[in-house]
């Protein structure tokens, strides 16, 4: 079994900040990509960011310059800084992770619970 624990949102003001992480526990043999996804009431899943592997990072448009991903592979733990919180950024948040488990040599994706992050003053 493979399971993403994320950590618990919360309620911030306009322009504040919070630190959301993600830890992948379990049958674990390789981590290819981590990342975050987000969705609002009424709207798709959408991405947020992510680190596709080599290093690299992306983002989306909406959050470049205020969110910052990073990823501690020694703990299989991705983490999301969320600055200058807009209202827009109100949703729930879910990790995602493309792994490769124990005993399998298939490449899949992997979600977290979901937690909810409220932007509001």
């Known amino acids: 079994q493979v399971q993403l624990v994320e950590s618990v949102g919360g309620f911030v003001q306009p322009g504040g900040s919070l630190r959301l992480s993600c830890a992948a526990s379990?049958?674990?043999?390789?981590?290819?990509?981590m990342g975050w996804y987000r969705q609002a009431p009424g709207n798709q899943r959408e991405l947020v960011a992510s680190?596709?592997?080599?290093?690299?990072?992306e983002y989306a448009d909406s959050v470049k310059g205020r969110f910052t991903i990073s990823r501690d592979n020694a703990k299989n733990t991705v983490y999301l800084q969320m600055n200058s919180l807009k209202p827009e950024d109100t949703a729930d948040y879910y990790c995602?992770?493309?792994?490769?488990?124990?005993?399998?040599?298939?490449?899949?994706?992997?979600w977290g619970q979901g937690t909810q992050v409220t932007v509001s003053s």
């Open positions: 379990g049958s674990l043999l390789r981590i290819s990509a």
């Open positions: 680190m596709p592997g080599g290093g690299r990072t």
């Open positions: 995602y992770a493309k792994l490769v488990r124990k005993g399998s040599q298939y490449l899949l994706d992997y």
